[in-house]
């Protein structure tokens, strides 16, 4: 199984960036498509972005497209999501999830997800 951390979260102004770095370790060696999700304090989890195993093919959920980035580097573990033009609609705990196959926007597709970061949109 692969386990995930997230870790980059923090405050941040309107219009501010911000990066999310997700280390992932364990049983890499198969083909697995990765995802950033995200829950609001009374709302449900919401999909923020998904990457293929490959990295070729990325999702994006409409409220976020063209101004959140999801990369990952193999080489290194980790997950990215680039944040750039945030809102304080963004502030939520993001967090990373992974499962073996194609990618997929529906969390609970995901069996595997790390504990989550927290993100504040704030001036």
């Known amino acids: 199984q692969v386990q995930l951390e997230e870790s980059g979260g923090g405050l941040v102004q309107p219009g501010g960036s911000l990066k999310l770095s997700c280390a992932f370790a364990?049983?890499?060696?198969?083909?697995?498509?990765m995802g950033w999700f995200r829950q609001a304090p009374g709302k449900e989890r919401e999909f923020v972005a998904t990457?293929?195993?490959?990295?070729?093919?990325?999702v994006y959920s409409d409220s976020v497209k063209g101004r959140f980035t999801i990369s990952k580097d193999m080489s290194q573990n980790t997950l990215y999501l680039q944040m750039t033009d945030l809102r304080p609609e963004d502030t939520a705990v993001y967090y990373c999830?992974?499962?073996?196959?194609?990618?997929?926007?529906?969390?609970?597709?995901?069996?595997?997800w790390g504990r989550g970061t927290q993100v504040t949109v704030s001036s």
């Open positions: 999830a992974a499962r073996y196959g194609s990618t997929t926007t529906i969390a609970n597709q995901y069996p595997r």
């Open positions: 364990g049983r890499t060696s198969d083909e697995f498509s």
């Open positions: 990457i293929s195993y490959g990295g070729r093919r990325t």
